[in-house]
């Protein structure tokens, strides 16, 4: 039986420090717990990348994943939506809602390669000024069931 879940899960790089003070951010504003979490060096982020047709050796990007089907073989996609680079960021921004709707919006009338030139800007200086990790941060107790790659 197929099994889909029905929390957007945001693939990330582990070791970035913007993407996990972007995580930190998310956990503390996001009020219906809604969101879980993987890193881009997870099998789990694999397996979808690799079902997607995207690379999972390319850690420059942030994803979210719709309606994931966790029991479907590699090559099946059925009806899980990759979003990705600034696509991502804006559904994270609309699911928490209130002001940050209007940011999403805001950004959703730029022209997306706009948007993406932005994203991938930053992404490719993002050690640099945010600094890395040598190895993925451990969640809190009160936010570890939230990552599903542990």
């Not at 070791?15 to 998310?26: I, K, Q």
């Not at 504003?29 to 390319?58: D, V």
Request: net charge positive.
């Amino acid at each position: 039986m197929e099994h889909e879940t029905s929390h957007p899960i945001l693939l990330y790089d582990g070791v970035c420090g913007l993407c996990n003070r972007g995580v930190r951010f998310l956990l503390k504003r996001e009020r219906a717990s809604l969101f879980r979490f993987a890193s881009l060096q997870s099998a789990l982020a694999s397996r979808i990348l690799t079902r997607h047709g995207a690379s999972p050796s390319n850690l420059d990007t942030f994803y979210v994943v719709v309606g994931l089907a966790l029991s479907l073989p590699i090559g099946t996609v059925h009806n899980e939506r990759l979003l990705a680079r600034s696509d991502a960021v804006i559904c994270v921004l609309q699911e928490l809602g209130g002001a940050w709707r209007g940011v999403a919006l805001m950004l959703r009338l730029l022209p997306r390669p706009v948007r993406d030139w932005t994203y991938n800007f930053v992404a490719r200086r993002r050690y640099r000024i945010f600094g890395q990790y040598e190895t993925c941060p451990v969640p809190s107790e009160a936010t570890r069931a939230r990552f599903l790659d542990l």
